[in-house]
């Protein structure tokens, strides 16, 4: 298994794919990384040399943030409209959709299991 940043890759996938494990690389970037550091597409993990993978690793460092800088960064951003009480940051710190989805039906991921309130007795 080849490691780069923290994290194992599989040695039976290929390139693109394999860096998909990462944090923070989707599938346009991990095509993006390969290509700029010439690097097949089809080759896979293990067939990559230590060169090869150190290439990656070096290119990945210094072009963007990804796994536990992109993470931290993303939580400061939360936190920041969180503190200036703005509408999504009160909607992230209630646990309710942000993005303007309708919540009277659906919801349920964001809102966990239902919570059932028993009807007044007569």
């Known amino acids: 298994m080849a490691r780069i940043l ?19 690389i989707g599938n346009t970037r991990a095509v993006k990384i390969l ?13 990559l040399s230590d060169e090869e993978i150190g290439k990656i690793r070096a290119y990945v460092e210094a072009s963007f943030p990804v796994e536990g800088n992109l993470r931290s960064h993303l939580g400061i951003n939360l936190k920041r409209l969180q ?27 964001r809102k966990g299991p239902r919570k059932t309130v028993a009807n007044k007795k007569k």
Not at 6 to 24: D, M
Not at 35 to 47: F, L, M, N, R, Y
């Open 6 to 24: 923290g994290i194992e890759i599989p040695n039976h996938k290929r390139a693109e794919f394999g860096l998909t494990h990462i944090f923070g």
């Open 35 to 47: 290509e700029a550091t010439g690097i097949e597409i089809g080759k896979k993990i293990g067939d």
């Open 83 to 109: 503190d200036i009480a703005c509408y999504r940051g009160i909607r992230h710190r209630r646990g309710l959709p942000v993005r303007g989805q309708r919540t009277r039906t659906n919801a349920r991921t």
